[in-house]
């Protein structure tokens, strides 16, 4: 058996980002799903409160284009991060980026 030493190295595979760590490397979660792809912005942790479970919709559910309500908002089940600064919503999970 043989032991890698040296710098262990990884890619983004969603922007790319290199991240290097001395081995053994632990994976790495890249933050890159917290900039807003829009704006370029950091975006932060989306929490739609206490809504009655009746108002969440379906993943099959087109967004809606109207913000007078919670249940009209543009966001979905999956949503994670939002932006302030152009109101835009992102189901983007985080990337975990292997280092080898």
Do not use: H
């Amino acid at each position: 058996m043989t032991v890698k030493i040296g710098l262990a190295m990884g890619r983004c595979e969603r922007c790319g980002r290199v991240y290097t760590a001395p081995r053994p490397a632990q994976p790495v979660t890249c933050d890159c799903y917290k900039e807003c792809p829009i704006c370029g912005a950091e975006m932060t942790p989306f929490n739609p409160g206490v809504i009655d479970p009746e108002t969440y919709r379906g993943q099959e559910t087109p967004l809606a284009s109207t913000k007078t309500d919670v249940q009209d908002a543009d966001w979905r089940l999956d949503t994670l991060y939002y932006c302030a600064t152009c109101d835009y919503y992102s189901s983007q999970p985080p990337v975990e980026v292997t280092l080898e």
